[in-house]
């Protein structure tokens, strides 16, 4: 029996050793030469590989339902990206993701696991439908960066809880995060149906946001500017992680945490910014969808995003340049999914079936390859 | 609300029967956690498990048999993706976590293609009788107990009466010490000639099915019906018992019914309630969760070799 403690036997840590294995983190520990090319090649067979299967698998399943899965194929694509306004409906959908998905890998990169990005989300929702409430009427170069400022802090507040106690208790953040995602569900649940709500709508929805409050549109079709915001967030998490000392310790945390102390890294502080940090961008994301998308507080806010971004982040490799292609994938399959949802019948959350088999694959074949290294690792000594 | 009310024996009946699901999804978290094991797709295997239970009901309408076989289905579901977590997390040693949430939306998503297969496209969801109550002749006239205890289906007492083998299982037998051994130190399990790979996977098998059995008590007898929000998280609170009965059967039943107290509250004061709105009382599940991980955490006994994979050939 052990002491479920801070260094906890339930989070994934000290696998910095994988990451440079795999080529993945660029500059860091990378193979030099043709090895590298050779581990390059090996990634992307991975990546074709884990999408034809969930191909066949999805194929096999479309039929189940009767659908023929070329035509649903050829549907999903051009729903997505057959139009710039389908590119506009896809990029929108990405912004979550890819906030989400890079919240996730930042705080996995120190270690942590945040399964809390659909709690933050909706707390970045609640603050920013209150903040727009509050400033009603006010010109909107004062209330629209009040509001994502605001939506930001509310994503922060709901991570703040899971840090503190796993800083200062030692309770594993996998736990209260989870939990964390129901209480803001129904805090926003009782929000949009109680004080907030749209009488005329009789369901869980909000009155709109004033115009003020709305996010400025992007290509046409309901595009919003959104991905915009997101995609320079995203590059300077990269950079901070990659190319600054903070960034450094930051990764040395969650690369061999008892060295990292012994170095001089403060594990409790490393904890809360990993933590925190994820919340704060998660939180932009509710913004982002409530101030973009629904110019309202609603239920249905994030469809499991949460626990996508944590997919992403796995097959980005915890890096969040890397998220921004597989969340753009993602999008695709969500908004294409939706398409199929009004021609077939196929229900909305099927898309999951379909991610998570990508996901699966990768990492079998990962795995798979995995085992080869790992008893070269054990050869050489570790 | 008055004091007399949180006493109330329709609420403590409504307790023992929110309890069920809960009890049996933990109990076979339980058993995978003992061998070592970390599942993080329990709400979906639940789900799932729901889902299959679900659609036997729905297309065996009233023929005998039904019940029964609603419940092999919904053990099956829930196996076929257990079998997929022991072949990546035992037999390839893939890190669980990330294993786990990747079944956890596939079984979602699994659930709501099963249902859609079945049920097909509908205005309003259909709905399937739930399995009566019946009184136990005699004890059911009590006064208070009687209501409490004795006016409940037998799947109701089979469920609550499961923990007496998982606890036998896994404490007063050889079986069960060798499951244990796996989850505490595989390599001296695999030192004295156990087959250790072969153990967790009979151990995330057999915890799989009683996790996807768990899921067909929603339509058997609480909900009639299948929704993709049914279960509801349900399943991570079962993932929550176990650390709260720090991996011990005894004390999981304990949590179990507090929970489960908290949650009819919530059931039981929707409907009457003025003065409190109904998502707070839904929220309180999940607030005590969060304060008795913070009570419990710290000097929870968890199983030592927990979400760690065994590779008989690495050296420590």
């Not at chain 1, 299967?53 to 096999?60: D, E, G, T």
């Not at chain 1, 946001?209 to 309901?222: D, K, V, Y």
Request: hydrophobic fraction near 55%.
């Amino acid at each position: 029996m052990t002491e479920l403690d801070a260094s906890g036997a339930l989070t994934p840590r000290g696998d910095a050793d994988v990451e440079a294995a795999s080529g993945a983190d660029g500059a860091l520990g990378a193979p030099p030469g043709a090895a590298r090319r050779q581990t390059v090649w090996a990634d992307v067979r991975i990546y074709l590989g884990a999408v034809v299967v969930a191909l066949v698998v999805n194929a096999v399943l479309l039929l189940a339902i009767g659908a023929d899965p070329l035509v649903a194929y050829r549907q999903i694509l051009s729903s997505s990206l057959g139009s710039v306004a389908a590119l506009a409906q896809t990029l929108n959908r990405m912004t979550p993701l890819l906030l989400g998905s890079a919240a996730v890998a930042f705080a996995m990169r120190a270690g942590y696991v945040n399964l809390g990005v659909d709690g933050q989300i909706y707390g970045g929702a609640i603050l920013a439908t209150g903040t727009a409430f509050a400033l009603y009427g006010l010109p909107a170069a004062v209330v629209l960066p009040a509001v994502l400022v605001a939506a930001i802090l509310g994503g922060g507040t709901v991570a703040l809880l899971p840090a503190v106690l796993r800083a200062r208790r030692g309770v594993n953040e996998l736990f209260t995060t989870v939990m964390l995602n129901f209480v803001a569900f129904y805090a926003a649940d009782y929000l949009s149906t109680g004080p907030w709500t749209d009488p005329v709508a009789g369901e869980a929805i909000s009155v709109p946001i004033g115009a003020e409050a709305r996010l400025p549109g992007f290509l046409t079709g309901g595009g919003h500017i959104g991905i915009l915001l997101a995609l320079p967030l995203v590059v300077a998490m990269a950079w901070w992680l990659r190319r600054t000392r903070a960034g450094f310790e930051f990764r040395a945390v969650g690369g061999n945490p008892r060295a990292a102390q012994f170095g001089g890294v403060s594990l409790v502080a490393t904890g809360v910014v990993a933590l925190v940090v994820s919340g704060l961008v998660a939180g932009l994301a509710g913004g982002i969808e409530v101030t973009g998308v629904h110019r309202r507080l609603i239920l249905g806010l994030t469809p499991n995003f949460g626990y996508m971004a944590v997919l992403i982040a796995v097959l980005a490799r915890r890096s969040p340049l890397g998220a921004i292609p597989a969340a753009f994938g993602f999008a695709v399959l969500i908004v294409g999914s939706d398409s199929l949802q009004r021609s077939v019948g196929l229900p909305a959350s099927a898309v999951f079936l379909f991610q998570a088999v990508v996901v699966l694959a990768v990492l079998y074949f990962e795995v798979r390859r995995g085992g080869v290294l790992a008893a070269v690792r054990g050869r050489v000594g570790r | 609300m008055t004091p007399t009310d949180l006493v109330d024996a329709n609420l403590l009946r409504t307790m023992i029967v929110v309890a069920t699901p809960l009890l049996v999804a933990a109990l076979g978290e339980l058993v995978l956690e003992r061998a070592g094991i970390l599942n993080l797709a329990i709400e979906g295997m639940v789900t799932l498990g729901a889902a299959a239970a679900f659609v036997v009901l729905f297309a065996m309408a009233g023929l005998t048999g039904g019940v029964a076989l609603s419940l092999l289905s919904a053990a099956t579901a829930a196996t076929v993706v257990g079998l997929v977590l022991a072949y990546l997390c035992v037999g390839l040693r893939a890190n669980q976590i990330t294993v786990g949430l990747g079944l956890l939306i596939f079984s979602l998503g699994a659930a709501s293609l099963l249902y859609r297969a079945v049920v097909g496209v509908t205005t309003s969801p259909p709905r399937v009788p739930t399995l009566t109550p019946e009184a136990v002749p005699g004890l059911a006239e009590i006064p208070y107990l009687g209501t409490v205890l004795f006016r409940h289906n037998l799947f109701v007492y089979a469920a609550l009466l499961l923990v007496v083998p998982v606890w036998w299982l896994l404490f007063r037998t050889p079986l069960g010490l060798r499951i244990r051994a796996t989850g505490e130190n595989p390599k001296s399990a695999d030192s004295l000639g156990l087959p250790v790979q072969r153990i967790r996977y009979g151990a995330v098998l057999a915890g799989s099915a009683l996790i996807g059995l768990a899921g067909a008590f929603f339509p058997l007898v609480l909900t009639g019906g299948w929704s993709e929000s049914t279960v509801g998280g349900r399943g991570w609170l079962a993932l929550m018992l176990v650390i709260f009965g720090r991996w011990r059967p005894w004390q999981v039943v304990a949590g179990a019914l507090l929970f489960a107290y908290v949650d009819a509250v919530g059931f039981v004061f929707a409907a009457t309630s003025r003065l409190i709105p109904v998502q707070f009382l839904q929220m309180l599940p999940y607030v005590l969760a969060i304060a008795v991980l913070v009570q419990v955490y710290q000097r929870a006994q968890a199983p030592a070799a927990l979400a760690k994979p065994y590779d008989r050939e690495a050296r420590y």
